[in-house]
């Protein structure tokens, strides 16, 4: 499986901001997709995944109720729809696969896309 993540850019405050991740491959139905982060000088951490079949996604607790992941299997893309950006929101933004059922946790994703960079100012 191949992803690409697209979609980053600098915003300000309170906008809203959505970032694609295109998927290739072979894609079996229990696969995951999940959005991380990593802001300058600080670990990649998890912020939402999705199960390609479908069903209930999973968030961080820092989102709030402000991000949305949704994916599209016609289209074969996991969007991250964000809204009230803040600051604090500013990092690279990847997303990743895993067939595995631990799927908050970085080290259990095997396939990464590139980054793209969300810049928030105040």
Partial sequence: VQLQ??????V????????????????????KIGWFRQA???????VAAVTWSGGRP??????QGRFAISRDTAKNTVSLQMNSLEPEDTAVYYCAG????VFTVRRYYKEWGQG???TVSS
């Fill in 58 to 63: 999973s968030y961080a607790d820092f989102v």
């Fill in 116 to 118: 793209t960079l969300v």
């Fill in 40 to 46: 300058p000088g600080k670990e990649r951490e998890f």
């Fill in 12 to 31: 300000q405050a309170g906008d809203s901001l959505g970032l694609s991740c295109a998927v290739s491959g072979r894609i079996y139905p229990n696969y």
């Fill in 98 to 101: 895993t067939q595995s059922g």
């Fill in 5 to 10: 993540a697209s979609g980053g850019g600098l």
